[in-house]
């Protein structure tokens, strides 16, 4: 596996440093926990969004509460720009997480037929980056309204 970031990754790091430790674990092993902990960082990615996003919600009705529900334009202000750049980032995220759940999916195919244990943690990855996909298709929902509704 060739990797490259400017900017070190922590799970990375510390993935490398328990190869270095331990003896015994074998390719299908770190493969696992790199993949198992990379798909980690899109948990917490999905907690901050959801953060985001409600804090959005609030500023949102806040500004309505402010106004007596009054029609605004709201467009071209800093609240907009913000759920616009949150949804396009969430996007961007969500091509990644697609193409990685596909990519690892397929792996798990063929892990499969040379190791049955590797196809069990590939599917295992499989399955949760399914369930970030899916969470991110709900953040993507619930963005799309709050554009709607300003």
Avoid at 12 to 24: A, Q
Avoid at 37 to 62: H, I, M, N, S, V
Avoid at 80 to 103: D, G, H, N, P
Avoid at 137 to 143: E, G, W, Y
Wanted: proline content about 3%; charged content about 30%; overall charge negative.
């Amino acid at each position: 596996m060739i990797t490259f970031r400017d900017e070190p990754v922590t799970y990375l790091e510390s993935v490398w440093r328990e190869v270095n430790s331990f003896s015994g674990r074998t390719p299908m092993d770190v493969l696992y926990d790199l993949l198992q902990r990379g798909t980690d960082t899109f948990f917490t990615y999905l907690d901050e969004l959801e953060d985001r996003t409600e804090a959005l919600e609030q500023r949102l009705f806040d500004r309505r509460v402010q106004t007596h529900a009054e029609v605004l334009d709201v467009r071209a202000g800093p609240l907009y720009q913000e759920i616009f750049a949150l949804r396009r980032t969430m996007i961007a995220t969500r091509k990644r997480v697609s193409s990685a759940r596909e990519y690892v999916s397929q792996f798990a195919r063929h892990a499969a037929e040379l190791s049955p244990e590797g196809g069990v943690y590939l599917r295992d990855v499989a399955d949760h980056l399914a369930r970030v996909y899916g969470g991110l298709d709900a953040a993507r929902d619930v963005l799309g309204g709050l554009l709607e509704c300003t």
